[in-house]
């Protein structure tokens, strides 16, 4: 569960300050994954990918969705609210690579 | 001291996770602040803030410079690295404001 922070920035930040949510969430920039891949984009063991993906699905950042196939198949995708971050994870990634020179 | 994270955006992140690390680092950007404008921006308690300056001052993204004054007077400021991220601050503050509409 997450800490009530005060300001959404800081909810968002505290989230995003665990090891994997930065790569989930710009994994998700190209499209719904499923689970499967999550784990193996992230490298994160999948109870620690599900307790993120519920508090990222808490923040409203992404949004689960189950197919009723055989054998069931779950997607998760970014919100609009999640889509609204892509400014701030470009600008993550392109502080990272630059700092990476 | 931080967890040696593999990628330095997961640094950042885990750093800026912590409550008030957002508030110095938006603060710097207007220029250098003193320790106790800092402490009444964030309202930390002494050591969480000093403990933060710490963990900014070993990522690089923000400087202490001690002036031989008397009373002795410290600035803390954002280094060139630290001005990097400012398209990051101020993507996430754009997407703060827009959720809080």
């Known amino acids: 569960m997450l800490k009530s922070a005060e ?3 800081e909810q968002l930040l505290e ?9 989930i ?8 994954l499923r689970f499967g891949v999550l784990q193996q984009l992230t ?17 409203r950042l992404i949004s689960r969705t189950e197919y009723n196939e055989v054998p069931p198949r779950v997607d998760y995708a970014l ?15 392109a502080w990272e ?3 990476l020179r």
Chains 1, 2 share one sequence.
């Open 25 to 32: 969430l710009r994994s998700l920039q190209n499209g719904p």
């Open 97 to 99: 690579e630059k700092s």
């Open 43 to 59: 490298n994160l063991p999948p109870r620690t990918l599900s307790l993120r993906l519920k508090e990222l699905e808490e923040l």
């Open 79 to 93: 919100t609009e609210r999640g889509r609204g971050l892509e400014p701030a994870l470009e600008a993550l990634a």
């Open 15 to 23: 989230l995003m300050g665990h090891k994997g949510v930065f790569t």
């Open 7 to 9: 300001r959404p920035v």
